[in-house]
């Protein structure tokens, strides 16, 4: 059996659909269908039972996946510590805007500590792009927030943050507890340049198409607000100079904290790195 075949087999098991698993692992449906057969012949049993809807694991799947998970799980570890061991170890993650989610911190401390020997290249990013030159190819995963097109992306949440309105601290609605969109429909919004992922601007319009200044950074938002009375959306728990505040929005869905990888692939540094990231946003 190759690691390229339980691959395979391991995707089919995971999605119960060749179509599915064919676009996960980023090739077309006719040659995993073949090697799952060919898998199936050099066991002498079978592992999928197909319909028109998708699979199901026979018991004798059953007990593959299991396996095929922890062999791969082995061949992943064995190969991290060879490149590792030969200083060819490296990761390149993308984090949007300025890095100081304590989050990050937590994340870098306990990744250093798994894998010492590994070379992490950081790509801060402006607000322009939420997938972080993920799909340019410029990183290996990215550390963002959602929503944003996902197509042929893993991305998994780590934490949840409340979303707040950024005023004047001298604005009136600056003394308020709680507001609400409407609330805030005749002030001019950010924007961001155009070509920006739809579902990112819209998420940071709360939903409605807006009229203000463009703007590329965390630093041009804050600027934006103390110049011109713009007003924007931000996550909540982040500290902000003396002179601007946030109020809390009731009518508009948390802002994800999520980390993204393409979709199907397997480089051991990045599993490792989603495991690590899982727990330390978790805190």
Wanted: charged share 25%; with cysteine.
């Amino acid at each position: 059996m190759e690691l390229r075949t339980l691959r395979y087999f391991v995707a089919v098991a995971e999605e119960l659909h060749f179509g599915r698993a064919a676009t996960r692992l980023h090739m077309s449906q006719p040659p995993l269908s073949r090697a799952i057969k060919q898998l199936e012949a050099d066991l002498g049993v079978l592992l999928l039972v197909r319909s028109p809807t998708g699979v199901t694991l026979t018991p004798a799947g059953t007990v593959l996946l299991d396996e095929a998970r922890a062999l791969l799980d082995h061949a992943d570890r064995v190969r991290l510590r060879v490149n590792a061991a030969a200083g060819a170890a490296t990761l390149t993650v993308g984090i949007l805007g300025d890095g100081t989610d304590p989050g990050t911190a937590r994340l870098a401390a306990a990744y250093r500590r798994h894998h010492p020997g590994v070379d992490i290249r950081i790509r801060e990013t402006d607000l322009t792009d939420p997938t972080c030159g993920l799909r340019a190819g410029l990183v290996d995963v990215a550390l963002t927030r959602a929503p944003f097109d996902e197509t042929a992306l893993t991305v998994r949440t780590l934490r949840t943050d409340p979303v707040g309105v950024v005023l004047r601290a001298d604005d009136p609605l600056a003394r308020r507890d709680r507001l609400r969109l409407a609330e805030l429909g005749d002030r001019p919004w950010f924007q961001f340049p155009r070509g920006t992922d739809p579902l990112w601007q819209s998420y940071w319009n709360g939903g409605t198409p807006r009229e203000g200044p463009v703007v590329r950074a965390v630093q041009e938002c804050q600027q934006a607000v103390r110049w011109n009375a713009t007003v924007g959306l931000a996550p909540l728990g982040h500290d902000l100079p003396a002179d601007l505040a946030a109020v809390p929005l009731v009518d508009l869905p948390p802002s994800r904290v999520v980390a993204a990888w393409n979709e199907g692939d397997t480089n051991p540094l990045i599993r490792s790195f989603i495991d690590i990231a899982t727990t330390a946003y978790r805190h």
